[in-house]
């Protein structure tokens, strides 16, 4: 099962689930099905020295991809 990071259009909560091709997840926090699957990290194009954060990242290391974070 492929893991997906979805947004929760009821609640706004970002989360990541394993889902089979043909379930739809629910919101852990409000249990709605109405999300949104978000571009994976892995798809997006890489970032340069000096870019800011990306939407998903808080530019304070958070996220674990800021430039610095994966020495």
Request: charged share 25%; with cysteine.
């Given at each position: 099962m492929p893991l997906y990071?979805?947004?929760c259009k009821?609640?706004?909560?970002?989360?990541?689930?394993l889902?089979?091709?043909?379930?739809?997840p629910s919101c852990p926090s409000c249990e709605?099905?109405?999300v949104t699957r978000?571009?994976?990290?892995i798809a997006a194009p890489a970032k340069r020295t000096g870019e800011a954060p990306t939407p998903m990242c808080d530019g304070a290391g958070g996220?674990?991809?800021?430039p610095g974070?994966?020495?």
């Open positions: 990071g979805y947004e009821a609640c706004g909560r970002e989360f990541e689930t889902v089979r091709s043909s379930e739809t709605s099905t109405d978000q571009l994976s990290l996220c674990g991809m800021c974070m994966l020495d």
